[in-house]
């Protein structure tokens, strides 16, 4: 049987001939994004064929070049007769600006099938009368005619600006019209009569830490280009709670809504310059993310959210144009707000749910954990849904570490550490010298320090077991991962007792807050059908390597699916899709929020989740 | 019997004691506005008893001091025992800006009774429930539910800029909360949350040579301020034809557009500043003006109004924001437009049909004539309803004459000629020495001179009479009505044989346009059982002058009733209420437009309508 090796992480597995690539790296202990589940439509398994020569009818899916230049879909490709060297994750993926990136982007990855569109601005090819003598309608009455037989529209929005430019619009152009238009219920409102030969629609995941945008062809499906970074908002406090307080500081609250709107806007003009489009070419937007997000976008003070009884000024704000948001895009987009359950379980959690069989009331239980600096967990079957918020902080984003970084050129991303030598190996975004370590990579020092015996169960470096990159200062000790001369800056890259630390306390939050929401249904993580896993790692994380360090828990791998940015993918869903949109808002009715801070039983759970993997070692039996 | 006398006109009858006053004027042949119906709320018949007493309840309708002061209202004030003389017109009405002018402000003429009012903004105190732990409702889901509780509104539209101050409003403000709101159909638009004390609402009619403004009280519909004068597009054109040419030059739109906004913001300023009060207080607007009037405010190139097919850009445009129209308003008001049944039946005859029974399909039929710059003329009865306009000229408004002016202080509003001496009387609206001379006050001038035989049937002045006052200059004639010693700006002021030109073809423009409109229907002018008229000439018409010059129909003069400015009066109703508003689109919606330029017959009564009072003499039996 040949054997399929995953780089960077080095896993690697042997499977029969034909074995799909996306089965291998599940069997492997790799979790990779499958949005469309195995369809080839999603792009989110794109790997890159290091050695060896695989099966299948992956070239199909991919545009021309790429299948010769060595790239595969995983869902498409499958084990031949030889072994094969695949390599994942953000050398693949859109996540880089790197060429990889570049390359990615060009997939015109499908968020939907062409034939499932219901975009929130479609355009609609309309053939309008011409004007006869005494028919008693005047231009405005004809368009509208023509929209309400067309659609079914009971009543027309046409805003002033295009009814200034309507009597040239309707004797000029050769027929039929482009109409963009905006269907709320029985009411069309008119966004443009002019719209771009390619209609884009903008996604948007506002995290507290990390924001991320795609550019996606409203006509097609297609996403068109990708980008993220970190929230400028993030200067002014790493969570929460410090940006509420911060917001109510006299030019607070309009300090941090410039800092978001200059952070979307600017990775958006990044994607637009990439495939060389205008900001009015985007007709449409769909952002998510957690209440206290939306507010501060929205330039809406958020105080109340932190004060009891933590009610928002809104969970659901209303549809709203560009011009009123501050997005940089067509004046007259609308702009589509995701609704929050609470103050503490947002739009993009509701968002992400679209993206996992929670949404279809799946009949077995199935966990939905979403890893960001507001952790969320939902518990979802055929007759409940519930979930809570578990506040990780900003470690698994590569915030709040000494040299934590984003996911991108330069991090490390996967960490080895040889248990009888010490020595270590790093990936690096890129490759070259490394800059940083982002989540991923953070979690793999971890669980490789563990395993190496040179982390005790206590977060403490050293242990039984030592090492010459161990460095004790005083009290504190750390491990570096790159010395001076090893890193790119030529400063030393470490690890600290305090990075560790943070990193176990995001880790005891989610397992715990998964722990307390299982105990309230009188269930266990071993009667989970499924563990969802979204987040922004990248497009990978090692199953592994969270097990060993107690962030997820230790059940059979092939029990747990990483889908990615979750809440970015819901955005793209509902900007092009009526179905998705109906089906969020239904989500947001039926999820019910269980406040943590109100479990008694939650302070122990979370105090016995700060070890290594638990206090109760009997819950990790695979650890060693 | 008593006898009663109408000061400035002289009009005398003997009346039984008891009789109303405003039933003697009508017998008297003088048409008194009265919207009401004589029901003494609409103030429109408010006149001055100079000499003798008044029997009847008309104290109990005015404010305290005014019936001491010798005002009363002639629907409610009857004939005593003694003679009267009633003063009529501008010196009492609202028009005019002097001291009587003011105090017919102070009367709060109500447009409707306030238990008739469904203001295009209402006002509802709200109770909002406190916000309570868990229970899953943000404040604007709380807000929202109150007002669907409330409204029964299907969907509440919240914008941002009250979503802002939201959290703040429903927590400092002591309940209830007065909550401003707009709705159509089954959604509710959210104005205001901080509503001024008096709401306030805008009624405009904006001519193409004047323009009308009302300031109303949205909570009792009460009128507060009415002030009027020229449209500011005057400068730029007499006439729709030559403005919509000036619009076609560049920038001419754009001019066109700031001029007319110019003008009603500026008689706006001067309402609110006479009732001491904000631009923001005014939360809705209602606006009604033919379709090039309507294009020009709005911005929107009005050339294919003058090309066939005549299509204008829309009949209705929708509403929209006070922000979007310029008007100097609340910015969020919502500004409503008459609308329009052609290029050339527009949106201010629609208006001024809601005042009419026309508007209830009564079974007899009635004509309607709006006598304006663009002459209008409406012909309805049980099953049918059809109009047409008839290009008039600003003539009848003071435009167009040598001399010409608005009815306001110095205006020439009357004139009395002895038949036998030729000695002539004036009545200046302010008293005085004239300035200019106004619409009722031209025909009254032609009317004296065709009855004392100076002017002929031609339009020629001298004729076979002879008098001091005619000034022959070459081939051109002239009648004075001062000299430069009798004027008030020591210039002569008279009334040229181009001036009468002008009086002749805008009054046979309306009578031959009424005529065929009538012969359409197979109807003569004596199957009337009513002929409203509507237009700018202050409170009041000489109907015996405007039959002398072949103006209006030889009917019984009981059949004439004049209600003053209609479109103004109709954008006050359908602010104040939804009955009136559906009312108005039914209207246009029914309303069938006639094109005079289309019926062969059209030129021959024109032509014939050109002299005085007309070819065909028999028409006008009564002329003497």
Same mark, same amino acid.
Not at 38 to 44: A, I, L, R
Not at 596 to 600: D, P
């Given at each position: 049987m040949p054997q399929i090796t995953f780089a960077p992480l080095g896993n690697s597995v042997r499977v029969e001939p034909g074995t799909p690539l996306l089965d291998a790296a599940k069997r492997a202990g790799v979790a990779l994004a499958a949005e469309c589940g #195995?369809? *080839?439509?999603? *792009? #989110?398994c794109l790997v890159l064929i290091e050695s060896g020569k695989a099966a299948g009818d992956f070239a199909d899916f991919l545009p021309g070049e790429a299948a010769g230049e060595g790239y595969a879909l995983a869902c498409r490709a499958t084990a031949g007769d030889g072994d094969l060297v695949v390599r994942l994750g953000a050398e693949t #993926? !859109? &996540?880089? #600006?790197t060429k990889a990136g570049q390359f990615a982007s060009g997939l015109h990855r499908q968020v939907l099938p062409a034939a499932e569109l219901s975009p929130l601005v479609a355009i609609l090819p309309l053939l309008v009368d011409a004007p006869k003598p005494m028919d008693g309608l005047g231009d405005l009455e004809r368009l509208t005619r023509a929209l309400a037989n067309r659609t079914g529209a009971a009543s027309v929005q046409c805003p002033l600006e295009i009814l200034q430019t309507l009597p040239r619009a309707l004797r000029q152009t050769d027929h039929p019209l482009a109409c963009a238009v905006h269907r709320r219920g029985d009411c069309l409102d008119i966004v443009s009569l002019d719209p771009p030969p390619r209609p884009l629609g903008l996604a948007v995941d506002i995290g507290t830490t990390s924001v991320a945008v795609e550019l996606i062809d409203l006509n097609s499906g297609a996403v068109l280009a990708h980008d993220a970074g970190y929230n400028d908002q993030t200067a002014r406090g790493a969570d929460v709670i410090s940006r509420i307080n911060y917001a109510g500081r006299p030019g607070g609250l309009a300090a941090l809504r410039e800092l978001v709107l200059a952070t979307v806007n600017r990775l958006l003009a990044a994607c637009l310059e990439r495939i060389e489009a205008e900001p009015g070419a985007v007709l449409a937007a769909s952002l998510s993310g957690n209440a206290a997000m939306t507010h501060l976008a929205l330039g809406v003070d958020p105080e109340f959210i932190r004060l009891a009884p933590y009610t928002p000024a809104a969970l659901a704000p209303a549809m709203m144009s560009a011009k009123e948001t501050g997005l940089a895009i067509h004046p007259r987009a609308p702009v589509l707000f995701a609704p929050a359950v609470g103050s503490y379980l947002g739009g993009d959690v509701v968002s992400g749910l679209l993206l996992t069989p929670l949404a279809e009331n799946a009949p077995e239980p199935r966990l939905f954990i979403d890893i960001g600096t507001n952790g969320e967990a939902v518990l979802g079957g055929e007759d409940y849904l519930f979930g809570c918020a578990c506040s990780a902080g900003p470690a698994f984003e590569g915030g709040g570490l000494t040299r934590g970084m984003r996911a991108q050129a330069g991090a490390i991303e996967a960490v080895r550490i040889d248990p009888g030598t010490g020595e270590i190996g790093l990936s690096v975004i890129g490759g070259g010298k490394p800059l940083g370590v982002c989540g991923s990579g953070a979690i793999g020092a971890a669980a490789g320090l563990f395993r190496a015996g040179l982390l005790d169960a206590g977060g403490r470096l050293g242990g039984h077991a030592d090492s010459a990159r161990i460095v004790r200062d005083g009290r504190k000790s750390r491990f570096v991962l790159a010395r001076p001369d090893e890193s790119a800056d030529g400063r030393e890259l470490a690890l600290t007792e305090a990075d560790i630390e943070n990193i176990v306390r995001a880790k005891a939050a989610i397992y715990s807050g998964c722990q307390v929401l299982l105990d309230q249904a009188g269930l266990a993580f071993a009667d989970l059908a499924e563990i969802i896993v979204a987040g922004g790692f990248g497009h990978y994380l090692d199953v592994e390597d969270a097990i060993a360090i107690g962030l997820l828990p230790d059940l059979p791998r092939d029990r747990f699916r990483f889908i990615g940015n979750a809440s970015l993918a819901g955005s793209s869903l509902t900007l092009l899709s009526e179905k998705h949109r109906r089906a969020r808002a239904a989500l947001a009715g039926r999820l019910t929020y269980l406040d943590?801070?109100? &479990? !008694?039983s939650f302070m122990d759970a979370y105090t016995a989740a700060l070890f290594l993997p638990h206090t109760e070692r009997e819950r990790f039996p695979s650890a060693k």
């Open positions: #195995g369809k *080839g439509t999603c *792009g #989110g #993926g !859109a &996540e880089t #600006g943590l801070s109100l &479990e !008694a």
